[in-house]
């Protein structure tokens, strides 16, 4: 997680890059309070790319959507399917000079959505693929969303949300 230092750090950076900007110390500690919780290299690489990208200095949320942006996987739905579809050409195991060899994994999200859409074995055995193109995608997509909301939620939020859950949130 970002130390003081690297925050500080990344907000001399964006005012050297915005230098009609000026920065109050209140607004400065919310970008320290909202920053936090990202690793240092990222969030310097994220105000990099709003630097390169942005005329406008950075608000917390475009350092998040940056820091998610620069961490997410390239591969949408339909190419991920279309993977899904290679690997199930080939056997589930193959044997080489007597040894058992298994096929290196996909993108974790990958096989996630596989295993949601009825697993490798089901996939292969289906002979309805229109649904389970559709099972896959919905399920990869899914998972998707989960893991941007995961990266991009502050901690206080995930504290509030599980108190909620615990019956512990007062109203």
């Not at 970002?2 to 110390?25: D, F, G, M, N, Q």
């Not at 390239?74 to 298994?102: C, N």
């Not at 959505?113 to 899914?142: C, H, Q």
Request: net charge neutral; with cysteine.
């Amino acid at each position: 997680m970002a130390t003081e230092s690297e925050i500080a750090e990344v907000l001399a950076l964006l005012a050297a890059a915005y230098p009609r900007t000026e920065i109050p110390e209140t607004t400065a500690r919310l970008y320290r309070l909202m920053l936090s919780d990202i690793p240092g290299e990222s969030l310097k690489a994220a105000a990099i790319h709003c630097v390169r990208t942005s005329k406008w200095f950075p608000t917390v949320a475009e350092l998040v959507d940056a820091c998610y942006g620069l961490s997410k996987t390239d591969t949408s739905a339909e190419e991920a399917w279309g993977m899904v579809l290679q690997r199930l050409q080939y056997p589930e195991t193959i044997f080489r000079d007597g040894k058992r060899l298994r096929l290196k994994p996909l993108s974790p999200e990958i096989e996630e959505a596989v295993r949601i859409a009825g697993g490798w074995t089901g996939l292969r055995m289906s002979e309805m693929i229109a649904p389970d193109r559709k099972r896959f995608i919905d399920a990869y997509n899914a998972i998707l969303d989960r893991k941007k909301r995961e990266l991009t939620e502050h901690p206080l939020i995930e504290g509030m949300k599980a108190k909620w859950r615990l019956g512990d949130g007062r109203s």
